[in-house]
């Protein structure tokens, strides 16, 4: 177990480093933020005097060695723009995001997988069928006119629901939430939906499938000929084995979610950790652009490991310690 | 004379396929008795599996129960609404599989599937589910219970599965218990033990058995009686040492020859010569004529029942031993 997290550990750490200048060199290679920060009537000498203060006059090789060390060191650079260190302007954006895709988690698991259970049970019943039919349609739908079509109908035609920004928000054990006040709550509901569909999509049909394959196994034919209920025949015998592939995908989904919520987070213009990305890159926030993505690696292999123990304990057939 | 344990009458299974409706088992009638052991013998596809889950009532879609009753203790429960079924699932008739890798579910732990089975009848606590699950196991002869119960199936071998299966199926010494098959995947030791301990329990229960199998040999030291089922019928019924010895119909006889332990060594092995039709392609008449040495073209009508002492009978117009027709 210890040389398992050890050697996932050493994974991570050269994922982050090989990222890490990839994306330096590739973000110097685009074009010089001098150019974006500068004001545009600036004299020559005022774009050197800029340059010099953020360390853009240098060789790239110098440029990314003072990086590469500092970055050791636990210090990721200052923001060229927001003039604060880039992780924390990261870590503020964070917890709106982090709210946003566990909502958005949280509602396509526990809407996907009754669907999908009902549709695997039921297969070629209307309801099934039209459960499967609406799958497609989550699956198929362009995310950014799903979200603008949320804004039309229930924002601008309904106005049941505000159309973007993240409502009032309170400070928890100095995290700033909006989970907790109607207003945050309100906000939440659409870029959640929107951010939830294709995940939707994606529990039901891995659901159905792992439902259908499950109803023909013995152990359900044995489960029926001890006289067990049809509710503990599905709710643990069929759902425990299901549970296996939805969860795999579903750590990776968060991830992602977490990651790229770039589109959905545009959008709502909900002011999270995807459009902090997107405004970087737009201003050349060479900093903040590679401190976000080391922190994507991050998480991307921390959801992965944490896969892997809820996959063993889910799954007795993988728990190599106890085994033989 | 109280009722017997399971008097099938006239069952009939069909499934639809293609517009049509085949039917899987014809016309099957037969009685088990209290603690009688009854073998039920055929070759894949004959209908000896179908007819056993016709009697749990486990027949799924595109299949159905299309004729005759199921006698229960006396009770039709041929075509039972599901909510009635339950309750003799499992505690009046049971049933064991044949591939024991993949009946107990593999991610539940063997005591919470033993003990599921007991609460699915009985309003028991936790703790005396867990004691009666513990003595069910030691029962059939399950060495180190309290480390067996706290595994996984996957940590067990084939005959201790199956040995679990059926300390399940026996939990609430039922009436009835199918077992369809339960040794052919095992070790050809352990099917002797298994066999032998499947039969003392259920003598010792007063458990009605019907052991569905292919295999002849497993027949002939375990039965009172035996059953062959040949194309969805049965062709020929009677007591066990009767109809090895000396079988009226020839399926029977040619199927006896054809067991490898009857055959001298270097001999090559008796075959019955053809296949078994298809579910979809079946005559009207014996199933068996043109796989036939007695066949003569009276065989194309549907076969007359020949009967002979004591309680035997075979579907044929031309029995080997003298019999009278019916």
């Given at each position: 177990m210890l040389t398992y997290l050890i050697q996932r550990f050493g994974q991570a750490l050269v994922t982050v480093a090989a990222m890490a200048t990839l994306v330096f060199v590739g973000v110097y290679a685009i074009a010089d933020p001098i150019d974006m920060l500068a004001a545009p009537d600036a004299t020559p000498d005022e774009r050197a005097a800029i340059g010099a203060q953020l360390g853009l006059d240098r060789s790239l090789p110098v440029q990314f060695g003072t990086f590469a060390w500092r970055a050791l060191h636990g210090d990721l650079g200052r923001s060229?723009?927001?003039?604060?260190p880039a992780l924390s302007v990261i870590l503020q954006r964070l917890p709106a995001t982090l709210e946003l895709a566990l909502t958005a988690l949280v509602l396509a698991v526990a809407v996907g997988l009754p669907l999908g259970l009902w549709a695997g049970l039921k297969p070629s019943s209307g309801s099934g069928r039209t459960i499967m039919t609406g799958s497609i349609l989550a699956f198929s739908l362009p995310n950014f006119w799903q979200g603008l079509m949320l804004v039309l109908v229930?924002?601008?035609?309904?106005?049941?629901?505000?159309?973007?920004g993240r409502g009032e928000t309170v400070n928890v054990l100095g995290i700033e939430t909006g989970l907790l006040t109607l207003d945050g709550l309100r906000h939440l509901v659409l870029p959640a939906v929107n951010l939830a569909l294709f995940k939707l999509a994606v529990v039901i049909r891995l659901a159905r499938a792992g439902t259908r394959e499950a109803m023909l196994q013995d152990y359900v034919r044995f489960a029926r000929a001890k006289g067990l209920s049809p509710a503990r025949i599905v709710g643990v015998h069929v759902l425990k084995n299901i549970l296996l592939p939805v969860v795999t995908v579903i750590g990776l989904e968060l991830g992602s979610m977490i990651a790229f919520a770039v589109v959905t987070e545009t959008v709502f213009a909900w002011p999270g950790i995807g459009k902090l990305l997107i405004d970087s890159i737009n201003r050349l926030d060479r900093p903040v652009i590679v401190a976000y993505l080391m922190l994507t690696v991050c998480l991307f292999v921390a959801i992965n490991l944490i896969v892997d123990l809820i996959y063993a304990a889910l799954d007795p057939r993988v728990r190599l310690s106890e085994a033989a | 004379m109280t009722a017997p344990v399971l008097a099938l009458e006239d069952l009939s299974v069909s499934f639809k396929a293609g517009g049509r409706e085949h039917v899987a088992v014809d016309r099957v009638s037969l009685t088990v008795g209290r603690g009688e052991v009854l073998g039920l013998v055929g070759e894949s596809g004959s209908g000896k599996s179908v007819t056993g889950l016709a009697l749990m009532g486990l027949i799924e879609a595109p299949g159905r129960v299309s004729g005759g009753r199921i006698l229960l203790e006396g009770r039709d429960?041929?075509?039972?609404p599901e909510a009635e079924l339950r309750p003799l699932r499992g505690r009046r008739m049971a049933m064991i599989f044949q591939d024991p890798m993949t009946t107990l579910n593999p991610v539940l732990r063997v005591e919470t599937q033993v003990v599921e089975a007991i609460r699915a009848h009985e309003r028991v606590g936790a703790a005396a589910a867990r004691a009666r699950a513990r003595e069910a196991l030691v029962k059939v002869g399950i060495p180190a219970p309290d480390a067996r119960l706290r595994a996984y199936p996957h940590q067990l071998s084939g005959g201790m599965r199956q040995r679990i299966a059926i300390a399940i199926a026996l939990l609430h010494a039922p009436a009835l218990l199918i077992a369809d098959?339960?040794?052919?995947?095992?070790d050809v030791t352990i099917q002797a033990q298994i066999l032998a301990e499947a039969q003392a329990l259920c003598a010792e229960m007063g458990t009605a058995l019907i052991w569905i199998t292919h295999d002849l040999a497993v027949v002939a030291g375990l039965g009172d009686r035996l059953c062959v089922m040949y194309a969805g019928r049965i062709v020929e019924a009677g007591p066990v040492a009767d109809v090895i010895e000396a079988p009226l119909h020839p399926y029977s006889a040619r199927l006896i020859a054809s067991a490898p332990s009857r055959n001298a060594r270097g001999v090559p092995l008796a075959q019955i010569p053809g296949m078994a039709p298809a579910l979809t392609d079946r005559p009207p008449g014996c199933a068996f004529a043109l796989r036939c040495?007695?066949?003569?073209?009276?065989?194309?009508a549907p076969p007359p029942t020949a009967r002979a002492e004591p309680s035997r009978f075979a579907l044929c117009r031309h029995p080997l031993q003298p019999a009278r027709f019916t």
């Open positions: 060229f723009v927001y003039n604060e229930f924002a601008v035609t309904l106005g049941w629901f505000p159309a973007g | 429960i041929a075509g039972l098959e339960p040794t052919t995947a095992l040495a007695c066949a003569t073209p009276d065989c194309a």
